[in-house]
């Protein structure tokens, strides 16, 4: 069974800060790869996925996200944290010849000011 | 335009009662996924339903746990005879297909006393 694992529950970055979030994930085959972010409350909101394209992938509000088949990655990256970057993110990954998403533990990202 | 609409946005009833969980899909989504996100479980896949094919029913936890889908658009989750740990908040998710990005609701936040 594939997995997603999170490298860090909570993630404090300073505004103006880089983000780093690391995703790894256990699969035979790559599989599509997905980032949502959840603010407090609310559903899931794409940030960004990956499709067997491009390796380095742009998704909404500045973050980005590069698959490494080698390392089993697929970290998100944002090169300067805004207040409102505030909330929990999840990595998910989906079989190619699957349906479900199946979701890593969550990072929830604080910006200080 | 409209997202995924959920409701009601909290239910809180007392343990043994059944309740019902209502999601209205992307109009024109043909895929309708059901998660359930727990304090200790984290995010789940519950059920999956594509067009008029059978769904799978694979993250059921149990037999209490049942979705229907009527005319390949609203969906309902029914939970008979609550327990305690069925308290988490579930989520409804849409997309084009089986292979696009899945869209979430706001979620329904159900506590079971």
């Known amino acids: 069974a594939q997995s997603v694992t999170q490298l860090g529950s909570h993630v404090s970055v300073s505004e103006g800060a880089l983000v780093l979030l690391r995703c790894n994930y256990s699969s035979s085959v790559p599989p599509y790869l997905f980032w949502y972010v959840q603010y407090p409350n609310q559903g899931l909101q794409l940030l960004l996925k990956?499709?067997?394209?491009?390796?380095l992938v742009k998704g909404i509000n500045d973050f980005e996200a590069e698959f490494k088949k080698s390392e089993t990655s697929f970290h998100l990256t944002k090169p300067s944290a805004h207040m409102s970057d505030a909330a929990e993110y999840f990595c998910a990954v989906r079989q190619a010849a699957g349906n479900k998403l199946t979701f890593g533990g969550g990072t929830r990202v604080l910006v200080k000011p | 335009g409209a997202g995924v609409s959920q409701s009601p946005s909290n239910k809180v009833t007392e343990k043994g009662k059944d309740v019902e969980l209502r999601c209205d899909p992307i109009?024109?989504?043909?895929?309708l996924y059901w998660y359930r996100q727990s304090l200790g479980q984290g995010l789940e896949f519950l059920i999956y339903?594509?067009?008029?094919?059978?769904?799978?029913k694979s993250g059921l936890p149990s037999d209490r746990f049942s979705a229907e889908r009527t005319g390949g658009s609203v969906s309902t989750l029914t939970i008979q005879r609550t327990q305690q740990e069925d308290s988490a908040v579930y989520l409804c998710a849409s997309s084009l297909g089986q292979n696009q990005p899945q869209h979430f609701g706001d979620g329904t936040r159900l506590s079971i006393l």
């Open positions: 339903f594509q067009g008029n094919s059978a769904p799978d």
């Open positions: 109009s024109g989504h043909t895929a």
């Open positions: 990956y499709t067997s394209a491009a390796t």
